[in-house]
């Protein structure tokens, strides 16, 4: 009995030591990431990133499934590895150790990457390389600022079909731009209203379906339901904008808050992603049957 | 046991040094904001020391050497609150120059010439970018454009020549990016690239080619850069 446990100790105290040194670093960065998620406290920039609610647990959850074939993985001999994993720690070190918000962020899977590659090599990078994708898609970083001066088009292009689909309705709708004048009354279609954030959400829970579905294998599921992702996620931002020019033009504000910044907006969301299961499923139906003929 | 032990420190080297490694970390980065109660340096990207003065330049006005100005006030254009000076100097030529500087430490710059176009119903055409300054003072690029409001088929509103470019201690760019990686530069030797969005309106004939109006504009687009930069955006703030 006391043998067994002894050794159960020197079996496991290195990686307790590990687990419990990354809490200690990032534990208080991820509960900065939840709270400027759910209470939308941080930035626009920052809630580009809120698909990390449910991408990093499951990154977790993933990581934890593959805890034996890590175990059993040979520890990693190889000089490469291990001189991109410890030039990789170095950087995710300093990048910490900055404490500047990008820096400290990009650190998180900088770090996580390095551990792996350190301990065991190639193929322990290659075990978790999903789990760590997952991890590095969902850390907050300046790309949406960066790219919000280049979503002009897109936004012309929002603002001119919700226009002509209110128009369609018998309303009173002018397109100038990215403005529309409904009613005389002035709707921007604003950088961030270009529905670039549902679509990286949309883009991100479908990975995670893919691979909880098992589709990921396939690649021509793969490029449809992609595919089928962006332009649902696009129509559907179509509609919700004009249904914000609507709700404007005809003065009930209530209702444009509800939906542009209350939960109708997560109303949306919620029913945007539900879509992209019924997608999954539906696709998935098509293949099986396409499957079952070819055989 | 203490045999076990080392013999399992012997087999776990990499990983072990790893935990020293990491328990370094800790002891350097993260313990100080345990200490403090949670405080993280992390949380806010390093403070721009000059907002008093930016927001006091809101209420006072820019005073421009050479140039008088006539009117001043706030205008609201898109989401912020410009402040929108009427200038004239000794020849009458006459020019409206709209400044917005940073509010707040976390507040970049993002769209605020689509803004403008916005607010004015402009029609932009002849855009290009045009370098100015001096190798002391330091370069900055401005762009530089022409904007009118059509008003119908035979009517034309004022035209005007423009110049555009968000200011900041030594440089000043239109992108929001060249903003962005400068000042991302600077916040790692724990300074900031604090920015006053400018400008610069001055009317010219109907639809008339600005390149003749390019040796009026170009030195009090000079002007307002030295000035920002001599009352705001000093360079050791």
């Given amino acids: ?295 | 046991m203490l045999t076990a032990f080392s013999k399992s420190l012997r087999w776990q080297f990499p990983k072990v040094l790893l935990i020293v490694l990491l328990a370094g970390l800790v002891c350097l980065g993260t313990l100080p904001g345990y200490l403090a109660g949670g405080k993280w340096r992390w949380q806010a990207p390093p403070q721009v020391k000059v907002l008093r003065d930016l927001k006091e330049l809101t209420k006072t006005g820019l005073a421009i050497p050479g140039w008088q100005t006539l009117k001043q006030k706030t205008q609201t254009i898109g989401e912020h609150e410009w402040l929108q000076q009427e200038l004239s100097d000794a020849n009458q030529t006459k020019a409206t120059l709209l400044l917005l500087p940073q509010r707040g430490s976390t507040r970049q710059p993002q769209v605020e010439w689509t803004d403008i176009n916005g607010f004015k119903g402009w029609r932009t055409d002849s855009q290009r970018q045009v370098e100015l300054g001096s190798q002391e003072s330091g370069r900055f690029t401005v762009q530089f454009l022409r904007a009118w409001t059509p008003l119908g088929a035979e009517t034309l509103s004022q035209t005007y020549a423009v110049m555009q470019w968000y200011a900041w201690t030594n440089g000043g760019h239109p992108s929001p990016s060249r903003w962005f990686f400068t000042d991302r530069f600077l916040q790692w030797q724990n300074r900031r690239a604090a920015w006053v969005a400018v400008s610069l309106l001055l009317p010219i004939e109907p639809l008339d080619d600005v390149e003749k109006y390019r040796s009026t504009i170009e030195p009090l687009a000079q002007t307002v850069q030295s000035t920002l930069m001599t009352k705001v955006l000093r360079p050791d703030a």
């Fill in chain 1, 1 to 295: 009995m006391r043998t067994q446990r002894l050794s159960l100790i020197e079996r496991y105290w290195t990686d307790v030591a590990l687990l419990g040194l990354l809490a200690l670093l990032y534990a208080p960065l991820l509960v900065h990431w939840y709270d400027g998620w759910l209470r939308k406290s941080i930035s626009t920039e920052h809630e580009y990133f809120s698909h990390g609610i449910i991408g990093l647990p499951f990154a977790a959850y993933l990581a934890w499934t593959n805890r034996k074939r890590w175990q059993r993985l040979p520890e990693d001999t190889t000089g490469r590895s291990k001189l991109i994993g410890s030039l990789l720690l170095l950087f995710a070190g300093i990048f910490y150790l900055s404490g500047l918000p990008d820096a400290v962020n990009l650190s998180f899977p900088m770090m996580l990457t390095a551990i792996c590659l350190w301990l065991k090599g190639f193929e322990g990078l290659k075990l978790q390389g999903f789990a760590l994708c997952l991890v590095a898609l969902a850390t907050p970083n300046e790309i949406p600022y960066l790219i919000a001066p280049y979503t002009l088009p897109l936004q012309v292009f929002i603002a001119g079909t919700a226009g002509f689909i209110l128009n369609q309705f018998g309303m009173n709708a002018v397109v100038q731009g990215i403005y529309l004048f409904v009613n005389d009354r002035i709707v921007e279609v604003a950088p961030y209203c270009a529905g670039l954030k549902m679509l990286f959400t949309s883009l991100y829970v479908g990975l995670m379906l893919l691979y909880w579905t098992g589709n990921w294998k396939h690649r021509s599921f793969r490029t449809l339901f992609f595919t089928a992702t962006i332009v649902v996620s696009v129509i559907a931002n179509i509609i919700r904008n004009t249904f914000l020019a609507f709700f404007h033009g005809t003065g009930q504000e209530q209702a444009f808050h509800w939906l542009h910044d209350g939960w109708g907006g997560d109303v949306y969301s919620a029913g945007m992603l539900g879509l992209l299961v019924v997608l999954s499923n539906q696709l998935e139906q098509f293949f099986v049957s396409d499957d079952s003929s070819s055989v």
